[in-house]
């Protein structure tokens, strides 16, 4: 700025100073696509809009919770390949209570090998249960321990996982039919 009535004077131009560019997430985002999904994304943008991959975390945000990175489109798709699913398993547990039960019917020590099964199965199933909601908050996972319906409620309509719904489903027709068919 240059004030009327005073002399000019020159100064001389200090060199400029090198501004820092940070190394990371400006790095990734210059190749125009999300590490996780490969969907656009903006200049400067942390968190894909697409999959909910955070740039500077490295993690996957989805749903409020933070999911495993590295997963590409098949899982946000939703297809999973069959054996990742708990229907084959549940349907191998089936069968192997389903013979031990025939076999039992005339057979004292068969009986006891099925309800043995039976009640491993059953047991196993409510800790994932419990895992689960304790996972979530402390307050769900003690509401699941000592309330039972709701843990009914807590996988049926809390939970998000596919597998937990199958698997406590199957528990709890185990638990119906020991508790109603007692003709063995």
């Known amino acids: 700025m240059v004030v009327p009535g005073q002399p000019v004077m020159q100064l001389s131009a200090a060199p ?7 190394a990371g997430p400006a790095a990734s985002t210059a ?23 955070n ?9 409020g919770r933070v999911a495993a990175a590295g997963r ?9 390949k069959w054996y990742a ?3 084959p398993y549940i349907g191998v547990v089936l069968v192997i209570l389903a013979v031990l ?6 057979n004292p020590p068969m009986m006891l090998a099925f309800l043995l099964a039976a009640a491993l199965y059953y047991v196993v199933v409510h800790i ?28 049926l309509k809390v939970s998000e996982s596919q597998t937990l719904k199958a698997l406590y489903s199957f528990a709890i ?9 007692k003709s063995f």
């Open 128 to 155: 994932m249960v419990l895992v689960a909601a304790f996972r979530q908050s402390v307050g769900t996972g003690f509401l699941t321990l000592c309330v039972p319906f709701y843990a009914l409620y807590f996988v």
């Open 16 to 22: 400029p100073v090198p501004v820092p560019v940070p």
């Open 101 to 106: 039960y025939f076999l039992g019917r005339e």
């Open 55 to 63: 740039i500077a975390t490295k993690q996957r945000v989805g749903g």
């Open 85 to 87: 699913t708990a229907y």
């Open 173 to 181: 027709l185990i638990g119906l039919f020991l508790k109603f068919f």
């Open 31 to 53: 190749s125009g696509g999300c590490p996780a999904c490969g969907a656009p994304l903006a200049r400067g943008t942390v968190i894909c809009s697409k999959c909910g991959y």
């Open 72 to 80: 590409g489109k098949v899982a946000a798709a939703g297809e999973a």
